[in-house]
């Protein structure tokens, strides 16, 4: 199998960051990662795409059974147990501690939720299912939308420098090559959610881009102003 298969390196990278791998293909992925400069970067692109969406979700603790499933599935549970048996009661301080810590970011990953099969007590985030990040040239996001169940979360980040009379407008690019369709003016800071229902159909197939109106928005319809960003939809599971 050739690991360096831009599509093979690219989804191996994305299971890796988002923890959906196997304790053991999680090994072999670490030796690879030691080998090949070109899985780091893979790597590198999925965190700085992904990590992000965890800063804005509440901490969670899991409940006992929740966690036990966590620690056999990234194969904790053997070191767990023989810790346990050969260490001193005090001396395993560090080790829950550690495990903790661990535990509260894998469970702030929104994707893992999918298979974790949480108990009913606890409600997680609506599952991602789509993102696109909206770069600047630096390759720093300015902003990152979310495809969460019925709606696409946009949350501003690093937003380009503008004035007060001025707005950040974003469209779609179809792929039939139609002309652009406003999806609306994108929050200079904070966070706005869209319902998906009032989305056109094809979105999650079509670009993205970023254009510099009047404030409120452009006046014609079409992009009056600069384009400065753009962007493709990355598919995460079933839209």
């Known amino acids: 199998m050739n690991y360096l298969k831009s599509e093979l390196a690219e989804e191996l990278a994305k ?27 893979w790597v590198w692109q999925w965190e700085q795409l992904l990590n992000p969406m965890t800063e804005s979700l509440p901490e ?9 499933r966590i620690t056999e599935r990234l194969g904790w549970q ?12 005090g001396r395993l301080g560090w080790l829950s501690g550690w495990i903790t810590a661990g535990a ?9 939720w999918q298979s974790l099969q949480p108990q009913p007590s606890i409600t997680p ?4 299912n789509a993102v696109a990040v909206l770069q600047t040239e630096l390759n720093k996001s300015a902003w990152l939308l979310q495809q969460r169940g019925p709606k696409v ?9 503008s004035t007060s009379a001025q707005d950040f407008e974003l469209w779609m690019l179809p792929q039939s090559g139609k002309a652009p369709i406003s999806l609306g003016l ?14 056109p159909d ?25 384009v400065i960003l753009t962007a493709n939809w990355i598919t995460l599971s079933g839209v």
């Open 15 to 41: 299971r890796y960051v988002l923890g959906t791998m196997s304790a053991g293909a999680r090994r072999r992925f670490n030796q690879l990662l030691m080998q090949h400069r070109s899985l780091q970067e």
């Open 60 to 68: 969670i603790t899991p409940d006992q059974s929740l966690w036990q």
């Open 78 to 89: 053997s070191a767990i147990q023989s810790a346990s048996q050969t260490a001193p009661a």
């Open 104 to 112: 509260a970011l894998l469970v702030a990953v929104v994707i893992g």
């Open 125 to 128: 985030p609506a599952a991602v």
């Open 153 to 161: 979360n946009v949350t501003a980040q690093q937003v380009p420098s």
């Open 186 to 199: 994108l929050p200079k800071k904070g966070q706005l959610a869209w319902l998906k229902s009032k989305m």
């Open 202 to 226: 094809e979105l999650f197939n079509a670009g993205l881009a970023v254009s510099v109106e009047p404030k409120g928005g452009s006046p014609t319809g079409a992009p009056t102003g600069p």
